[in-house]
């Protein structure tokens, strides 16, 4: 039992009327093929004076500056090439020269072994 009169009812909304604003239905068939054709190409949309296309899950601007955004994206992927070559190569050098370190250890150990057993052979005789 509400305190304060009846429960919140709000007016009913009239209808809508159903009309549509787009002027494709007064078309004809070959005309709407067209206007609506299966080749849709990729998205493209202006802002602020600059296109962007939307091409392989990316937008990319196509306008502007001095290179183009395909060139920009292009070299963004060549660089990140490079510095994943760069890395492997750098991990190569330091493998490189942990053997060298390794093998120079080894040859300086036998050298002093090797002296040893001159010193110790001249000792005998």
């Known amino acids: 039992m509400p305190f304060f009169g009846n429960t919140f009812s ?4 009239p209808p ?14 070959s ?6 054709g ?3 190409g990729a998205p493209v949309m202006n802002i602020g004076g600059q296109s962007l296309k939307f091409e392989e899950g990316q937008w990319i601007a196509e306008s502007g500056g001095n ?23 750098r991990l190569k050098i330091d493998l ?7 093998t ?3 040859s300086h150990l036998m050298e002093k072994e090797l002296e040893e057993v001159k010193n110790y052979s001249r000792r005998k005789k």
């Open 96 to 102: 490189l020269l942990d053997m060298l370190s390794e």
């Open 31 to 36: 005309t709407r093929g067209i206007e609506l």
């Open 104 to 106: 120079t250890a080894e």
């Open 38 to 40: 299966l080749e849709y």
């Open 10 to 13: 709000p007016k009913k909304t």
């Open 67 to 89: 290179a183009s955004g395909k060139e920009v994206q292009r070299l963004k992927k060549r660089n990140l090439q490079l510095e994943e070559e760069n890395n492997l190569l």
């Open 16 to 29: 809508r009327k159903s009309v549509s604003l787009s002027n494709l239905h007064t078309l004809d068939r």
